[in-house]
Structure formats: C-alpha cells, structure tokens
C-alpha cells in the first residue's frame, strides 16, 4: 500500500500527515500558515507548498490525497458552500487542486474526517455506524456507516449543528436563529453567560464556579448546556439510532457531559433507556488530519 497522504485546512492552519498505515506512527506531521485573509488563490499556494514539503521530507508522491475541509463541497455544483473559512465559499476547491496538484484529491467537510478517524482508529472503532460529535467553538457532525462516511444527497449529512434548538433564539451565522451551535457550543455559551452575568468568562471558568456552588450565573450556563446537549443528542439518537456517539471538541471535555448529559438524553429518545455509548473521543487533534488521509484508503478496514 502506498502512504496515505492527509490535509487538514483550518482556518489559520494547514496540516499534513504521512500515514505508512492506521496502525503505526506518522511517517510525517507538519503544518504550515493558512492565511485566509490573502484569499482564495493564496489558500490554493498554501496547499502546493505543503504537499511540495510533504514529498521533499519523503521522497514519495502518492496518487491522491485526502482533505479536510472547513465545509462542504455541493455534490451538484462542485463548488464549496458552509465554509466558516469564508474565501473558500462558492469555489471550485477540487477542480483547481486537481489541475495544482494533479493528484486525485478526495474531500470531506472537518466533522467527517473526525468521525472517520474515531470510527476507524479511536473511540468508535467496531462500530457498525458511529456519529462523531464536534463541539467547540461550532458544533458539526459526520455520520461513519461500515467505515465509510455518509454525505448525504446534498453533502449535508451529519449537520445537526443546524436544527432549530430553541424556535426564535439567538441569530446564527447561517441565517437561521436559534440553532444547536447557538446554544451549546463554547461561544454560544460564553455569550449566555456574559448576557447574564454582564462579565464574559471562558467557558473553562464558568464551569469551575458552576461546580464551586459561587456562581449562579455560572451554574445557569452549565445546566443549558447539559439541558440542551441531551435534547439535541436524543433528536440525532431517534433519526439515526448510531452504534456510538464519540464526542470531540473542547466544549466535550465537560465531564458532566457523560453522566448528566446522558440522564438528559434519557428524558428525550424514544425509548425506556439510553444503550447508545456517548464516548469521549481518543484521538484528540490528530483526528482531522487523520481522517483525511483515511480518504484516501479505497475501502474500509
């Protein structure tokens, strides 16, 4: 098998991997800076000059690559569309590395590639179908089924971040008002807080007074969280009905997650128990860029 070559493009960084396989350490790992403020053609030099660096370090040059990507690619349109790396919106992002880099260029949206690499390396592994959780400071998702990743018809599958969580709330990037990512990712809540409290904490310190008993604000956050986290969770549970559910994020190293979350869920899901394991993820950040080398793997293992 040749390497398994992987990019994950962030908002300020891109990072590549050379996988030898899933089972032994980074060939290489490096990454370089994004600098989405010079545009769309910049970003497109970012990646050639990170792929030039990945096959000067390994003298190889495989046939295709994976990449993460901070947004969806239109199955119909073959353009770019939900990026929160805004340059990169209605453009033809595979087309153009294609022509750059004249690899086959394999793309999934960031959520993905870290449900794919918890599915097949991390939390989720064995797993008929797992759902990978992001919550941080959005919240996304990907849908792994048999070790493959579901898109959906409109490349939008897994996107709960974006259902209505409380009808008429807070306004959300994407035009909508009240979605999940509004309510309980880390500057949904954080933004909570300070609308209450009138100071802004990092969410970090607001759950340590909420377990200190000090901070009523503080504890007000917290129980939203956990409040809406298991309504938003039992709504992914009753559709879906994943094997595991891994969660990964920032926001997700919130212990109550795991044992108050999941008693919340319980109130919600059409069922008398909650079998579904909410699973905290393994990978940590090497999961995006893992992932995405794993698209380049032309079946699942």
Partial sequence: MEP??????????????????????PILRTRI?????????????????????????TGC???????????????????MKNCNTTALNGMPLRKDLLARL????????????????????????GAETVF????????????????????????????WGHNELIPGGTDCYCGRKGCVETVISGKGLENYYESHAGTRLYLKEIVKQARLGTNPHAAATLKRLITYFGKAIANVINILDPHAIVLGGGVTNIEELYTDGVAEIRKHIFNNRVDTPIL????GDSAGVFGAAMLALDSPV
């Fill in 4 to 25: 398994l070559w992987g990019i994950d493009l962030g908002g300020t960084k891109i990072e590549g991997v050379v996988l030898d396989s899933l089972e032994k350490e």
């Fill in 33 to 57: 800076d994004t600098e989405a403020h010079k545009g769309y053609a910049h970003i497109l030099d970012q990646i050639e000059k990170l792929c030039a660096i990945l096959t000067d370090k």
């Fill in 61 to 79: 040059r495989p046939g295709k690559i994976g990449l993460g990507t901070p947004g969806t690619e239109d199955p119909k349109l073959g353009r």
């Fill in 102 to 125: 004249k690899m086959d260029v394999r793309m999934a949206n960031d959520a993905n590639c870290f449900a794919l690499a918890e599915a097949l390396m991390g939390a989720g592994k």
């Fill in 132 to 159: 990978g959780v992001i919550m941080g400071t959005g919240v996304g998702g990907g849908v792994v089924i048999k070790g493959r990743i579901l898109n959906g018809l409109q490349g939008i599958a897994g996107e």
């Fill in 280 to 283: 905290r993820h393994k990978l």
